[in-house]
């Protein structure tokens, strides 16, 4: 299968802000479901070409094996915490939404069906903009940041989460709730497939282990994955491939 991309296409302006971009990975089939990835990085660095550590070597991409699955792919660029604080970053990742919605018959996908994918950061942003407003059917989550303020130091001002914010989580705790996906976990959500590794460094399991508690208890269907020894960015995962997999899986199965 022949995937064509679109690199750089502009999807949104915010003024006093350099113009936020878009990568479009299209396959050769009509209607196609869209996958939209939210790269992580802390909310402070990595860009949309950024699938994740493991995956710098794969060819073809991970985002071109999506398209050749029956995918249209939006890998998207939103403002760093360097850049603007939350909720820009979420203002971003609704605004990457929107305009799938309104380009889909141009480029000939479907974004009737969006399946948010995010890794880290990019979880927190594909959750939370998945709960908190419409246009996205389903949620793949990789060691994602769930509640701020259970994260390792709220207190420390120099955090990655006291960055996104402006102050530490335990100075701002409406703010940090706010910011927060499993906050915003509500009946009727779409569905979530969370992968966490039990040797996360960075980003504690216990963050998907929160969030898909809270999902369950909602009635949200969820499914948790937990990835023995892997550490955060899947490093010393035993079997890269096989999340991968796992993930599209779940994405072809809610995409009709």
């Given at each position: 299968?022949?995937?064509?991309?679109?690199?750089?296409?502009?999807?949104a302006?915010?003024?006093?802000?350099?113009?936020?971009?878009?990568?479009?990975?299209?396959?050769?089939?009509?209607?196609?479901?869209?996958?939209?990835?939210?790269?992580?990085?802390?909310?402070?660095?990595?860009?949309?070409?950024?699938?994740?550590?493991?995956?710098?070597?794969?060819?073809p991409?991970?985002?071109?094996?999506?398209?050749?699955?029956?995918?249209?792919?939006?890998?998207?660029?939103?403002?760093?915490?360097?850049?603007?604080?939350y909720?820009?970053?979420?203002?971003?990742?609704?605004?990457?939404?929107?305009?799938?919605?309104?380009?889909g018959a141009?480029?000939?996908?479907?974004?009737?069906?969006?399946?948010?994918?995010?890794?880290?950061?990019?979880?927190?942003?594909?959750?939370?903009?998945?709960?908190?407003?419409?246009?996205?059917?389903a949620?793949?989550?990789?060691?994602?940041?769930?509640?701020?303020?259970?994260?390792?130091?709220?207190?420390?001002?120099?955090s990655?989460?006291?960055?996104?914010?402006?102050?530490?989580?335990?100075d701002?705790?409406?703010?940090?709730?706010?910011?927060?996906?499993?906050?915003?976990?509500h009946?009727?959500?779409?569905?979530?497939?969370?992968?966490?590794g039990?040797?996360?460094?960075?980003?504690?399991?216990a963050q998907?282990?929160?969030?898909?508690?809270?999902?369950?208890?909602?009635?949200?269907?969820?499914?948790?994955?937990q990835?023995?020894?892997?550490?955060?960015?899947?490093?010393?995962?035993?079997?890269?491939?096989?999340?991968?997999?796992?993930?599209?899986?779940?994405?072809?199965?809610?995409r009709?």
């Open positions: 299968m022949s995937v064509r991309i679109l690199e750089g296409v502009e999807y302006a915010e003024a006093g802000y350099r113009p936020l971009l878009l990568d479009l990975y299209l396959p050769p089939v009509d209607a196609a479901p869209v996958v939209l990835f939210v790269h992580g990085g802390g909310w402070q660095r990595c860009t949309r070409r950024d699938f994740g550590h493991e995956f710098a070597g794969w060819r991409s991970p985002f071109e094996r999506i398209a050749e699955a029956g995918f249209a792919v939006a890998s998207v660029d939103y403002r760093l915490s360097g850049e603007a604080r909720p820009a970053q979420l203002d971003d990742v609704r605004a990457a939404v929107a305009w799938l919605r309104g380009h141009e480029h000939g996908f479907d974004a009737s069906r969006i399946v948010a994918w995010g890794e880290s950061a990019g979880a927190h942003l594909a959750a939370l903009a998945a709960l908190t407003g419409p246009g996205i059917a949620v793949v989550g990789w060691y994602g940041v769930y509640d701020l303020a259970a994260m390792p130091d709220p207190a420390d001002p120099a990655r989460e006291a960055r996104l914010l402006g102050a530490p989580p335990g701002v705790p409406e703010l940090a709730a706010e910011a927060s996906p499993v906050a915003h976990v009946p009727g959500a779409p569905p979530f497939q969370l992968w966490h039990t040797a996360d460094r960075f980003v504690p399991m998907s282990e929160r969030m898909a508690d809270a999902l369950r208890a909602a009635g949200v269907p969820v499914e948790f994955r990835v023995e020894g892997a550490d955060h960015i899947w490093r010393n995962a035993p079997d890269v491939a096989g999340i991968f997999a796992g993930s599209l899986d779940f994405a072809r199965g809610v009709t």
